[in-house]
Each structure stands twice: as structure tokens, then as C-alpha cells.
């Protein structure tokens, strides 16, 4: 086989895996396994606070104690140049 029929079967693989993936990337669903006919159902567990439930500053009701005022002092640093990197135009 020459070169060129080399190349040309190359490609033709290539095409095939690539149509292949895409054919495979559709299939399936987008929920969770389906219970096996045999199982059972069991009751939900009893309704107790998991150890950060009590905690969670995202549930109703919960209060922050208050903090304290800090004043910040000035800073005496100085201020570190500005780095640039190659893609930042590509932003602004």
C-alpha cells in the first residue's frame, strides 16, 4: 500500500471512532437506575438533625452572634508592581 492509501485508511478510522463517540454520547439516560423489581421499599429514617443541621447559617431562624468593630491601621507596605501575563489583553 502507498502512502496516500495509508493516509486514506487512517482517516476513514479516524472519521468512524469520532462518528462512533458521537453516536455513543446520545445513548443513556439522564436519571438514576431504576430499583430492581425484588426490592423493597423501606420507611424513611427518623427525622434527626445531622451534625452541622444545627449549625447551618443557611437554615431559617439562624442568628449570628454579633462581632466586634476592628479598625483596620494604615498599611505601611508598599505596593507590589502589577504583573502582567501574555493572555491579559484577551480580557480588557
Known amino acids: 500500500m502507498s502512502s496516500v492509501g495509508h493516509r486514506l485508511v487512517l482517516r476513514v ?8 463517540a458521537l ?3 446520545g445513548c443513556g439516560r439522564k436519571a438514576g437506575l431504576d430499583a430492581p423489581p425484588s426490592a423493597a421499599v423501606s420507611p424513611p429514617p427518623a427525622a434527626e438533625p445531622s451534625l452541622g443541621e444545627l449549625n447551618d447559617p443557611n437554615t431559617p431562624g439562624y442568628r449570628r452572634a454579633p462581632r466586634e468593630a476592628v479598625v483596620a491601621s494604615p ?14 489583553p484577551l480580557i480588557q
Open 13 to 20: 478510522a479516524l472519521l468512524a471512532a469520532f462518528g462512533a
Open 75 to 88: 498599611s505601611t507596605q508598599p505596593v507590589p508592581q502589577k504583573r502582567t501575563f501574555i493572555l491579559d
Open 23 to 25: 453516536a455513543l454520547a
